[in-house]
């Protein structure tokens, strides 16, 4: 999947998953950071995109240690979806 | 008499309206269901608050009847441990248990598992204007201003708190209520406004249509 497509549809999964109703997906920057400083998530919306990534991606995060560098961001989070998508293909 | 203790401001969410101190603030569509009438009161009263979109209903029915309640409320001291919360409720967390409880088929949600205690809402009104005093939540089949004065008294006679928040907020589906009352340590020439159970149940069956 083109990564621009992908990362367009990350922003409205990620909006309805964690019930970002403020934002749209064009306030959210494909770099900018999700958690504190950036979006302000917390540890309860790690949790969330997880299981975004299970329930739209079949993808299970094997190794936890992984998080803070597969959702640093939006652009992250995609070229982590498209590594294993490529990897599985 | 420096232990009195006043009814300072008192705050009810019940029938898609909103009241302080007995005066209608908020009213909305009458057929709306609680959802849509806990978002159109956030919107009213510009609460600006984005956590409040993550909360189960009884949370944001608990931060709707706080904010209302403390809006113009000015304290003489603002230690955070110098306010409690006691709340009660008949209906637990049953709402969200009934939510978290369809999404275990496929995946839990761990959003809706963080609500499946009643006393959550304590936590979030706590997070939201800073307080860290003594607090708790009981459950009960009615609204007990028996067991809430007397609770209460002992919060105030055994712990630092000046001031507490208690009252009763219930969520069962779409038949809301809430409805708390700001106590504060201050002496009062006005029989209505003392801190007795008698004036609790006055103001909780008599205000607002409930009767």
Redesign the interface.
């Known amino acids: 999947m083109e990564k621009a497509k992908l990362m367009e549809d990350l922003k409205q999964q990620i909006i309805a998953q964690l019930n970002l109703k403020d934002l749209t997906p064009e306030s959210i920057a494909n770099e900018q950071p999700l958690f504190v400083e950036g979006l302000g998530l917390d540890s309860i919306d790690a949790l969330e995109l997880i299981v975004l990534l299970q329930q739209e991606y079949k993808i299970k995060l094997s190794n936890a240690e992984d998080g803070p560098k597969v959702f640093k961001s939006v652009s992250t989070m995609a070229d982590y979806i498209i590594q294993h998508q490529t990897e599985n293909a | 008499m420096a232990d009195h203790k006043k009814i300072s401001a008192y705050s009810i969410v019940r029938n898609n309206t909103v009241s302080k101190n007995g005066a209608l603030i908020f009213e909305y569509e009458k057929d709306a269901g609680a959802n849509d009438f806990l978002l159109a009161a956030y919107r009213q009263f510009a609460i600006n608050y ?1 956590k409040f ?2 909360m189960d209903n009884l949370c944001k029915l608990g931060i709707i009847a706080a904010e209302v309640l403390l809006k113009d409320q000015t304290f003489e001291s603002n230690d955070p441990y110098a306010t409690g919360i006691v709340l009660s409720n008949a209906n637990s967390s049953l709402d969200t248990d009934i939510k978290y409880y369809d999404t275990v088929a ?2 839990a ?3 809706l598992f ?1 609500y499946t205690l009643p006393n959550i809402v304590i936590g979030e009104i706590s997070i939201k204007f800073s307080f860290k005093g003594e607090n708790a939540f009981f459950i009960f089949d009615s609204f007990n201003a028996d067991f809430t004065t007397h609770y209460v008294n002992n919060l105030f006679d055994t712990t630092g708190i000046h001031r507490c928040i208690c009252g009763w907020v219930d969520l069962p589906g779409n038949d809301y209520e809430a409805i708390l009352f700001l106590i504060e340590k201050k002496e009062t020439l006005n029989e209505q406004e003392a801190f007795t159970k008698e004036n609790l149940n006055n103001i909780y069956y008599t205000s607002n249509g409930k009767s």
């Open positions: 984005p979109y993550k496929n995946i949600s761990p959003a963080v």
